[in-house]
């Protein structure tokens, strides 16, 4: 199956398991060569030389999928680790399992706060809206709030709606939050350093998904 994926672009791990098996086996095959011609302490020397590449390797899938503060993936090409990286920007479509900071931790906590009441609509998956929500009714028919992510792939900004306020990142403006009624004052900002802490403390409660069909 290796052989055969044409553009794998960010699934590459239908590529790294056969891979890991054809260098496992070969490496095999080079011990026992080694061990039956008593060259141990080549093979010794041959795995202290491994363990350099392994550690590169380490930093480098840590940075790709575990460190979220510096967002590799969407932050190319100013994110390389090194200058001559060969590394490419890939179409947003193509992009699964990268690390993000969109601030969705503002948008549970302004729940919990009851800040935010009332069905909403987002332009993301049913499925992390939900986790961070705790679960608030999801309604794209009637929402009172639209949830933008602003990083998405063109993100649908409704006509008939008020600007409530932005989740910032940083100095990033990640999520807009609409109101279908029209607010009095400026639009807010949420600050993820200041509501984040609050959301790591609460426990996580066993909520049900709701359905995003609804009517009122």
């Given at each position: 199956?290796?052989?055969?994926?044409?553009?794998?672009?960010?699934?590459?791990?239908v590529m790294a398991i056969p891979a890991a098996l054809l260098i496992g086996f070969a490496i095999t095959r080079v011990q026992h060569w080694l061990i039956h011609r008593n060259l141990r302490w080549l093979r010794t020397t041959m795995a202290l030389g491994g363990i350099a590449p392994l550690l590169l390797a380490t930093l480098y899938l840590h940075t790709l999928f575990i460190r979220q503060d510096i967002e590799y993936q969407r932050g190319l090409p100013a994110t390389?680790?090194?200058t001559n990286d060969s590394s490419k920007v890939i179409d947003d479509d193509a992009r699964f399992g990268f690390p993000s900071r969109d601030g969705w931790k503002v948008i549970g906590e302004l729940y919990r706060s009851g800040i935010l009441d009332g069905p909403f609509a987002a332009n993301l998956s049913t499925e992390v809206a939900a986790w961070y929500t705790r679960g608030e009714l999801r309604c794209n028919a009637t929402p009172e709030y639209y949830l933008v992510a602003l990083e998405a792939r063109q993100p649908y900004i409704p006509s008939d709606a008020y600007l409530f306020g932005t989740v910032r990142v940083g100095e990033h403006n990640r999520i807009a939050i609409?109101?279908?009624?029209?607010?009095?004052?400026?639009?807010?900002?949420f600050a993820l350093e200041q509501y984040a802490p609050q959301f790591d403390a609460q426990p996580v409660i066993d909520f049900r998904q709701m359905d995003s069909a609804c009517s009122r």
């Amino acid at each position: 199956m290796l052989f055969f994926i044409a553009q794998p672009r960010t699934h590459v791990y239908v590529m790294a398991i056969p891979a890991a098996l054809l260098i496992g086996f070969a490496i095999t095959r080079v011990q026992h060569w080694l061990i039956h011609r008593n060259l141990r302490w080549l093979r010794t020397t041959m795995a202290l030389g491994g363990i350099a590449p392994l550690l590169l390797a380490t930093l480098y899938l840590h940075t790709l999928f575990i460190r979220q503060d510096i967002e590799y993936q969407r932050g190319l090409p100013a994110t390389r680790l090194v200058t001559n990286d060969s590394s490419k920007v890939i179409d947003d479509d193509a992009r699964f399992g990268f690390p993000s900071r969109d601030g969705w931790k503002v948008i549970g906590e302004l729940y919990r706060s009851g800040i935010l009441d009332g069905p909403f609509a987002a332009n993301l998956s049913t499925e992390v809206a939900a986790w961070y929500t705790r679960g608030e009714l999801r309604c794209n028919a009637t929402p009172e709030y639209y949830l933008v992510a602003l990083e998405a792939r063109q993100p649908y900004i409704p006509s008939d709606a008020y600007l409530f306020g932005t989740v910032r990142v940083g100095e990033h403006n990640r999520i807009a939050i609409y109101s279908r009624e029209q607010v009095s004052g400026p639009p807010r900002v949420f600050a993820l350093e200041q509501y984040a802490p609050q959301f790591d403390a609460q426990p996580v409660i066993d909520f049900r998904q709701m359905d995003s069909a609804c009517s009122r």
